[in-house]
């Protein structure tokens, strides 16, 4: 059986590199990643595109690298969690989840999650809520009371992430935990080694990168990647945004998955902003983050709706974008249907036909197409639409 792993990869740099190196010691079987495409579960474009990204990855270690469908990945921690597990569980071939976190305590992890499903959570979260607590800063203060953790620590994105893992993960796939080393989330300052992704996507949109202190954070391959690539520039985004409010309508607004809360509202009196980042400062409030708001402003871009994840939550969609020989063997045993050949599946007709002509596990790859030509368009000089339809997956031969 396999191991696998939910991931960014955003860009594949040491510290992944070290995760996979762990379980490797631990696992002999094939590693699989279920890896989110053209945008982050934040809700900004990915640094590389996806297939480049997934070759790094098996280059990294890697056997074989699945996509995270728009749909799943681009969510709150919870439903990212929870689609990666689905994906995973639905190819019969994986009995383990490695993930990293900076609670190296399985069991008060487990103590965390359990927590939520408690009579009590929902009555505490309340009363919490109402003293003016954020709805994240109240479920922090509970399970840090719950399982005796530093709230600091429960705050720290990766532990977040695990304890969603540990709440969605079935009993047939066990949970490896590996203890997260380096540099903090959120540090944007470059270590001598095991920066954060962050630290090194700052660095790289520097306008003259450190080139020597990335070098110390990837492999060769990944930093001769970096030094050619061009990358996506998000503030792109604003011209489109701002023509399709103008004709938007609150109704409209109200189907878009996220516009709760008379957010549809908010975001139309945001509508008077400069640029993009005054767009996100005038969105974000005491229950509104900045990466909700730019998921938000991405459904509605792709006008995904709440109608939609209703009825694609229920559906995988196991599409394949890079594998070594180890992976391609693995593909032999994996039950669930599996997405090479994308125009088996989805014509650029389909792109234009109304959505409703078309299976579940269909829509889900119209919106990870749509996905890939929307972060086309974050260049100075815009990549051609449809690459979703002209590129294969990776195949990386080792000699």
């Known amino acids: 059986m396999a191991v696998g792993i939910i991931a960014e990869y955003n860009p594949f740099h040491a510290g992944h590199a070290y995760q996979i ?90 103590l965390a999650a359990s927590a939520f499903e408690e009579k009590i959570f929902a009555a505490e979260l309340h009363a919490l809520m109402s003293q003016g607590f954020s709805y994240a800063a ?51 300052t470059l270590q001598e080694k095991f920066s954060s992704a962050s630290a090194i996507r700052a660095a790289l949109y520097e306008k003259s990168p450190a080139w020597e202190k990335i070098a110390a954070q990837v492999s060769t391959e990944t930093l001769n990647v970096l030094r050619t690539e061009k990358f996506p520039d998000e503030n792109f985004l604003f011209r489109p945004l701002m023509a399709k409010l103008l004709t ?46 730019r998921r938000l402003l991405l459904n509605f871009l792709l006008n995904v709706t709440a109608e939609d994840i209703k009825e694609l939550d229920a559906t995988t969609c196991a599409r394949v974008l890079a594998f070594n020989e180890r992976g391609r063997t693995l593909l032999k045993k994996i039950s669930a249907p599996i997405v090479t050949k994308l125009t088996k599946h989805l014509n650029r007709r389909d792109i234009h036909e109304r959505k409703r002509f078309l299976e579940p596990y269909q829509k889900i790859l119209l919106f990870d197409v749509l996905a890939t030509n929307l972060r086309g368009l974050l260049f100075a000089t815009p990549r051609p639409p449809m690459e979703d339809f002209s590129t294969p997956p990776m195949f990386i031969r080792f000699t």
């Open 21 to 110: 190196s762990a379980i490797k010691k631990i696992y002999d079987g094939e590693i699989v990643a279920v890896m989110s495409g053209s945008f982050t579960q934040r809700g900004s474009p990915a640094i590389l595109d996806k297939w480049t990204r997934a070759r790094l990855a098996v280059l990294g270690g890697c056997d074989l690298v699945l996509e995270l469908p728009f749909v799943s990945a681009v969510r709150s921690a919870q439903d990212f969690a929870r689609g990666g597990i689905r994906l995973l569980e639905s190819l019969g071939v994986v009995d383990t989840l490695a993930f990293g976190a900076e609670v190296a305590d399985v069991e008060r992890l487990k």
């Open 138 to 188: 109240a479920v922090t203060k509970i399970l840090s009371s719950v399982a005796g953790l530093d709230e600091k620590l429960l705050r720290q994105p990766n532990t977040i992430l695990a304890v969603e893992y540990l709440r969605g993960l079935p009993k047939k796939i066990s949970p490896l935990l590996i203890k997260r080393i380096g540099a903090a989330y959120d540090d944007l």
């Open 248 to 293: 938007s309508r609150a109704d409209e607004l109200r189907k878009i998955y996220g516009m709760t809360e008379g957010l549809e509202f908010r975001l139309l009196n945001a509508a008077n902003a400069e640029n993009f980042s005054a767009l996100i400062k005038n969105l974000i409030g005491r229950r509104y983050t900045a990466s909700r708001s």
